[in-house]
T-cell receptor, first 112, second 113 residues
Framework: KAGVTQTPRYLIKTRGQQVTLSCSPI?????VSWYQQTPGQGLQFLFEYFSETQRNKGNFPGRFSGRQFSNSRSEMNVSTLELGDSALYLC???????????FGPGTRLTVT | QQQVKQSPQSLIVQKGGISIINCAYENTAFDYFPWYQQFPGKGPALLIA?????SEKKEGRFTISFNKSAKQFSLHIMDSQPGDSATYFC????????????FGAGTRLAVHP
């Protein structure tokens, strides 16, 4: 069974720009969660989508948004990028509610 | 109350030794406690997980010990190998069907041959 895939793997953007990251969950998984990983703050929860609905949201500004499509694929968007948004963005997929989460390899975003 | 505190920050173990990483939490509503292993350049990989109704779970060389009254849980890696050298994260999530994981800060494990 294929794992969680994330595209692109690496991105370099300029401050003020916006970016869209994509995540394809494991086949049959309906929940997708997004996390930000930085050396200073560690792994922090951004939001979770289940059946195209946002179920949960972390403490991030409104510049961070996401959505989920009917095939469970998910995208997250960051607008008006700041230097502090440089991080590894991880997507995790879960079969249902309160199940094991499996992470993708992440997208490394660098904001200059 | 949402925090998960992990220690130590780093750990050096000789090949064949036992690696022990500890985590503590405050929120008694947490009911799922996974451990993840992360290698450089990779996403976290689920290693083993436990729920509060059991005090210990073993999978191969990896064991989780869970102490509900102390609100602590730990990961034991028996017969540690150089290939186990990675960063380990404990995490917790709330009951009620939520998939929001609260992570510890991580422990960088180095197993020397």
């Amino acid at each position: 069974k294929a794992g969680v895939t994330q595209t692109p793997r690496y991105l370099i953007k300029t401050r003020g720009q916006q970016v869209t990251l994509s995540c394809s969950p494991i086949s049959g998984h309906r929940s997708v969660s997004w996390y930000q990983q930085t050396p200073g703050q560690g792994l922090q929860f951004l939001f979770e989508y289940f059946s195209e609905t946002q179920r949960n949201k972390g403490n991030f500004p409104g510049r961070f948004s996401g959505r989920q499509f009917s095939n469970s694929r998910s995208e997250m968007n960051v607008s008006t990028l700041e230097l502090g948004d440089s991080a590894l963005y991880l997507c995790a997929s879960t079969r249902g509610l309160a199940d094991e989460q499996y992470f993708g390899p992440g997208t490394r975003l660098t904001v200059t | 109350q949402q925090q998960v505190k992990q220690s130590p920050q780093s750990l050096i173990v000789q090949k064949g030794g036992i690696s022990i990483i500890n985590c503590a939490y405050e929120n008694t509503a947490f009911d799922y406690f996974p451990w993840y292993q992360q290698f450089p350049g990779k996403g976290p990989a689920l290693l083993i997980a436990i729920r509060p109704d059991v005090s210990e779970k073993k999978e191969g060389r990896f064991t989780i010990s869970f102490n509900k009254s102390a609100k602590q849980f730990s990961l034991h890696i028996m017969d540690s190998q150089p290939g186990d050298s990675a960063t380990y994260f404990c995490a917790a999530s709330l009951s009620g069907g939520y998939n929001k994981l609260i992570f510890g800060a991580g422990t960088r494990l180095a197993v020397h041959p």
